[in-house]
């Protein structure tokens, strides 16, 4: 099989040749920039850089997949947030969130011609010309997550609490800017869409995402025309019975979650993704412990194995290499 061919397998449960390997989110790191030459913050804003620097997810890690946008930030900016692209050893943040109530939500006309917005389609189409054999995997956020770099965590929180239906009329102006960008995506040439809705465990409860979030991801599943990885963070263990009836392909999932459990809980209905754990494992621990808990992923039934979520930026490549190199 081809790492595309392959990837694409494992995301409908298919038999693959070997295990599929491969990331969801982001796994550049210092090391990774120094290897290629393309660095934080220019490679958030530059697609040749952008490219370069996902490209070293294949290349040098020898995962099946190239995912190209690092930070959570793009939409953020294009929707009028004000953002810190970061530095080489700091991610991008939101530090302006402009809205205080549904109608101050404004989707311009022009947002996907906005070089946020721009960047990582030119980047895909970078990649797809020069990895035609590779799964490119493209990135969009929920309404959840737009949601909550438009009015803040803590304010969007307290308003599911404090007035759902506006909360309810917030999401729904937001799912939009969700699938048109993935399209746009998918037409620059990503295989794969990671949806990341941080619906997270820890701040969500399963009712509520049931409630509010549950029936934008089953249109999700049927208006985004390629494969959709759903990627929440946090113990999702309550939320797992409802992510597996979205009908979206895949749910990538943390470490809080055991892998076997997440199996069980999931059962047949969808595939799974991960969630190799990033503090203590991959930035603190070593191959042999890396290679280790890869392969009781793989023995717990996880389709795609790798990292739970993006990579802390000081996280050793021969760790993020011991994946691939354990599987195969």
């Known amino acids: ?16 040749d070997l295990p599929a390997v491969g ?35 294949h290349e040098i890690l020898g995962y099946d997949t190239i ?63 020069r990895f035609p054999d ?24 307290m308003m599911t609490l404090d007035d759902p239906e506006e909360v309810r009329l917030i999401l729904d102006k937001l799912a939009p800017v969700t699938v048109i960008y993935a399209r746009e995506q998918i037409k620059a040439g990503a295989d794969v869409i990671t949806l990341a809705d941080h619906a997270t465990g820890d701040l969500v409860s399963a009712a509520m995402y049931r409630d509010m979030l549950w029936p934008i991801h089953k249109r999700f599943a049927t208006e985004i025309p390629c494969p959709v990885i759903l990627h929440i963070c946090g113990d999702t263990a309550e939320h797992i019975p409802f992510i ?12 809080k979650v055991p892998a076997s459990q997440a199996r069980w809980l999931a059962g047949d209905r969808i595939a799974l993704m991960g969630n190799l754990n990033n503090p203590e494992l991959l930035l603190r621990g070593g191959p042999d412990e890396v290679a280790e808990e890869a392969r009781s992923c793989l023995r717990a039934g996880v389709e795609i194995i790798g990292p739970e979520c993006a990579v802390p930026l000081t996280t050793p490549t021969e760790n993020l290499q011991a994946i691939a190199t354990a599987l195969r």
């Open 244 to 255: 597996s009836r979205t009908g979206l392909a895949c749910f990538h999932f943390e470490s």
């Open 134 to 157: 590779v799964a490119l995997v493209g990135k969009v956020f929920g309404p959840w997550t737009l949601a909550y770099h438009l009015f803040g965590v803590e304010r969007f929180l």
């Open 23 to 57: 990331n969801a989110v982001s796994i550049a790191t210092v090391e990774l920039m120094d290897a290629t030459g393309c660095a934080f913050p220019e490679a958030h804003q530059d697609p040749e850089l952008m490219a370069g620097l996902a490209a070293a997810g």
């Open 67 to 129: 995912a190209p946008m690092f930070s959570v930030q793009h939409e953020a900016d294009a929707l009028g947030c004000e953002v810190d692209w970061g530095r080489r050893d700091m991610m991008p943040d939101c530090t302006v969130h402009p809205c205080r109530c549904a109608a101050d939500v404004e989707i311009r006309v022009d947002v996907f011609r906005h070089p946020a917005m721009v960047v990582p389609c030119d980047a895909l189409r970078l990649l797809r010309e």
């Open 1 to 16: 099989m081809t790492e595309r061919e392959r990837i694409l397998a494992a995301l409908q449960r298919r038999p693959t």
